[in-house]
């Protein structure tokens, strides 16, 4: 790990919210707002490190606000797309990509982020 710079944590937010069917899918703005609460509260479970949270947002739940700790960005385009290009632009800085989007998963270790999936962040 890189000691120079927080460990970047980008979180696929379409993915972890639908990880779990507890009727997201109805208000999909305030399942985002409430992973984000979750991370501002809670870290990334199992890094004792500073960490820099971002939360990828796109269709529907775009528009969703940061809060201390949770940087949030709303992918113009496919959120897959703007997660691969925000580890591109990491610039060797360590990675850890959220999600369990087999596609993503290979699209992002191949530019050398590590990948864990969404109970690693979900409240139990």
């Not at 960490?51 to 201390?68: D, N, Q, S, Y």
Request: negative net charge; contains cysteine; glycine residues 12%.
């Amino acid at each position: 790990m890189n000691d120079e710079s927080p460990l970047l944590v980008i979180v696929d937010a379409a993915n972890v919210v639908g990880s779990v069917p507890d009727g997201w899918w109805r208000d999909r703005r305030g399942a985002a707002e409430r992973l984000r609460d979750v991370l501002a509260a809670d870290g990334v479970p199992g890094y004792s490190g500073a960490v820099e949270i971002v939360l990828v947002v796109e269709g529907a739940a775009r528009g969703v606000e940061a809060v201390p700790g949770v940087r949030v960005e709303g992918a113009s385009g496919s959120g897959d797309d703007h997660m691969v290009e925000l580890v591109a632009r990491a610039d060797g800085r360590d990675c850890l990509v959220v999600t369990a989007d087999r596609e993503l998963r290979r699209r992002v270790t191949e530019l050398g982020a590590e990948v864990t999936g969404p109970r690693s962040i979900r409240r139990r």
